[in-house]
């Protein structure tokens, strides 16, 4: 397959958590891509979106197929997935098969799960909230999510150099930044492997990169500010 440029099409980094998780994917493999950022709920972001076919949404991957034709692929797991197949050589996923499917699970719970966290905790890079009232709800969401990190890195991670899910980067880790995001914004007190895996991705030189980004937008989405 030809290979040309990409373009990722994203919407607010304060906001958009579908977006960061290709985003931080193709940084942390070192791939080169032509970003383009919508504002979302504007006036503006259907008639941009519309000449593409990803139902107004993003993130949006947009390249080359084999046929020299545009090719778009939609949904932050499906890049995901398009990218460690255009570039096996990046590994974009574990190479052994076990941790692979481990992998995958853990990434796909991620994709359809955890929604009481997802509404009480919105993705803010802008924010900071400290003493947050958590339910029980968005703790057992918590919890779980920690139990799965705790689950990787004990059973894969720890025989693999680097402090990653895995050991070393994965798509994995690329479906959960957005919650070390959330995480960091409302102070969630965690411990163990959780706290050093938040603190981690935090000091990543990408999602600084992001933060420092979103920090920047001045543009306000209403149900995400808390």
Known sequence: ???????????????????????????????????????????????????????DKVPLLIGLSSLDE?????DSLAIIEYI????????????????????????????????????????????????YKITDAVQQDIDRITSIWDYCFSKYGKESKGNWLF???????AMFVPIVSRFKTYDI???GFASEYVQMVTENSYMKEWVEAAKKETEIIEQDEV
Not at 119 to 131: I, K, Q, V
Request: with cysteine; charged share 20%; proline share 4%.
């Open 70 to 74: 545009p090719l778009e692929v939609w």
């Open 189 to 191: 007190q965690l411990n």
């Open 167 to 173: 050991g070393e980067f994965s798509g994995a880790d």
């Open 1 to 55: 397959m030809k290979r040309s440029t990409l373009k990722l099409v994203i919407g607010n980094k304060n906001y958009s958590s579908w977006s960061l998780r290709p985003w931080f994917f193709l940084k942390n493999l070192g791939i080169n891509f032509e970003e383009q950022l919508v504002y979302l709920f504007t006036e503006e972001t259907t008639q941009i979106l519309l000449s593409h076919f990803s139902n």
């Open 84 to 131: 460690a197949d255009e570039y096996p050589d990046l590994k974009g996923w574990p190479s052994k098969r076990e941790a692979r499917a481990t992998a995958r699970s853990a990434s796909s719970e991620m994709h359809s799960s955890f929604m009481a966290l997802r509404d009480a905790l919105p993705m803010n890079c802008r924010s900071f909230y400290s003493n």
